[in-house]
């Protein structure tokens, strides 16, 4: 089988965890708990392949020092990710775009990338325009997901979407870290229920 990377990215709070843990246990967890950095390998079936998607869930982008930028050279896949109802967000994930490219030292065409807005289902409290969003995915010629980890909405096509650019390009995992076993979730910090194993 083979095995992708991807890299989740966005400020705190914008709901990266709920996105990630949607699609990897199936269910959604209400509530903020940092997170520190959660490693979930979770099996895809892609364009009729199955595939196995090895997700880095990070910490908020106010907190993603120089020392982790050794995940943005090592990821394959980058899914940015700001909240609908937050819209100094969007700004984040702006930087980070901006970050990734200096860190990577690829063309835009090069780099396998999503944009994710998350919490779709709270409409009323929206603050981030749908159009705003699509025009700024087609100027960075990727592509412009909206979510909800809650409702379940749109979750699977995103990382979907991810791995099919990744396999596009053949930017495969290498086979050392396949991910056939399960990965250990750390602790997340105060709350946080002790390391987890997440079955495939």
Known sequence: MRTYSAIVLGAGGVGKSSLTLRLVEGAFFDGYDPTIEDVYTKQLKV????????ITDTAGAEQFTAVNEYYLKSARGFVLVFSLTQAASVREVENLRTQIYRVKGHSAAQIPMVLVGTKADLASDREVARETMQTLADKWNIPYYETSAKRNWGVSSVFEDIVRQMKAKGMETPSASSGSKNRVRKPRGVGHE??????M
């Open 194 to 199: 002790g390391n987890k194993c997440v079955l």
């Open 47 to 54: 364009d009729g392949e199955l595939c196995a998607l090895q």
